[in-house]
T-cell receptor, first 110, second 114 residues
């Protein structure tokens, strides 16, 4: 079936370093959403991207949707301890079903 | 607070048993989704209901079933439980049947099968 590949599975960073997670689909997506799940918590919606080449920013977070609408990325500048958690992308396929990436766990090194 | 309510929060049971997880969606949301998340794993989509009708099915085992009632709350029934069914079960709701709506997740029901 259709899959959205998300990498890396884990990323360890020092506080203040940047973090990026990538999602790739084999087919064109109608839109893509990003969610954050804090440790012990539930996924919380961050943003939705719809247009080809779209870039959106939320403070230190930058979200991009590729020109072909097959890939997306989330970049966090100067990570803080509050950024810890797992970031999931979820793309909507042509049938408007959400296909979830496996998530990238952001770990801040002590 | 997402507005989605799940009960129970925690459940411990034995292999072979049957449990029911309950979800009340946000007021006004017609779609309910069920997801399974095993320890430190991703979200496995189980099933979606929209306004009482099954809309989409994911990797839901035959031992599992769900329904959405006229008041829009949903129940996920898990039977003949196995150790591997131990997981966090999330319910999420959305206004839309499909399309662009974001999902609002409940806090989850943690099932432990001993």
């Amino acid at each position: 079936g259709q899959q959205v590949m998300q990498i890396p599975q884990y990323q360890h960073v020092q506080e203040g370093e940047d973090f990026t997670t990538y999602c790739n689909s084999s087919t064109t997506l109608s839109n893509i959403q990003w969610y954050k799940q804090r440790p012990g918590g539930h996924p919380v919606f961050l943003i939705q991207l719809v247009k080809s080449g779209e870039v959106k920013k939320q403070k230190r977070l930058t979200f991009q949707f590729g020109e072909a609408k097959k890939n997306s990325s989330l970049h966090i500048t100067a990570t803080q301890t509050t950024d810890v958690g797992t970031y999931f992308c979820a793309g909507r396929d042509s049938n408007y079903q959400l296909i979830w990436g496996a998530g990238t766990k952001l770990i801040i090194k002590p | 607070d997402s507005g989605v309510t799940q009960t129970p929060k925690h459940l411990i049971t034995a292999t072979g048993q049957r449990v029911t997880l309950r979800c009340s969606p946000r007021s006004g949301d017609l779609s309910v989704y069920w997801y399974q998340q095993s320890l430190d794993q991703g979200l496995q989509f189980l099933i979606q209901y929209y306004n009482g009708e099954e809309r989409a099915k994911g990797n839901i085992l035959e031992r599992f079933s769900a329904q959405q009632f006229p008041d829009l709350h949903s129940e996920l029934n898990l039977s003949s439980l196995e150790l591997g069914d131990s997981a966090l079960y999330f319910c999420a709701s959305s206004v839309f049947r499909e399309g662009t709506g974001e999902l609002f997740f409940g806090e989850g029901s943690r099932l432990t099968v001993l």
